[in-house]
């Protein structure tokens, strides 16, 4: 069984800055994909950034330029760096990671953490 356990969120101004951190723990070997979804009052759950295994990235076209994953070298901690965050942005976002198994993947998610954007 694999947690991952989130920390970042909170309430800033538009325009404001904010860091989300992700580390999973359980049984994995190498370095795993990881990202961010988020998901808004009324709204479907959206992907937000990825990074690969190999350290290739993906975003939303929403946040491009606004938002930066990375992943502390050589482990599997991530960071969803938020910065010009917009009221739109507000969400709970959630961390997941893919474990690859000999008889297949599986997906695992964080508990969520709530970011707001508002003055």
């Known amino acids: 069984q694999v947690h991952l356990v989130e920390s970042g969120g909170g309430l800033v101004q538009p325009g404001g800055s904010l860091r989300l951190s992700c580390a999973p723990s359980?049984?994995?070997?190498?370095?795993?994909?990881m990202g961010w979804y988020r998901q808004a009052p009324g709204k479907e759950r959206e992907l937000v950034a990825s990074?690969?295994?190999?350290?290739?990235?993906n975003y939303a076209d929403s946040v491009k330029g606004r938002f930066t994953i990375s992943r502390v070298s050589g482990k599997n901690m991530v960071y969803l760096q938020m910065n010009s965050l917009k009221p739109e942005d507000t969400a709970v976002y959630y961390c997941?990671?893919?474990?690859?198994?000999?008889?297949?993947?599986?997906?695992?998610w964080g508990q969520g953490t709530q970011v707001t954007v508002s003055s």
């Open positions: 997941y990671c893919t474990v690859t198994y000999v008889y297949g993947s599986s997906d695992y």
């Open positions: 990074i690969t295994s190999g350290g290739s990235t």
């Open positions: 359980g049984r994995i070997f190498g370095i795993i994909p």
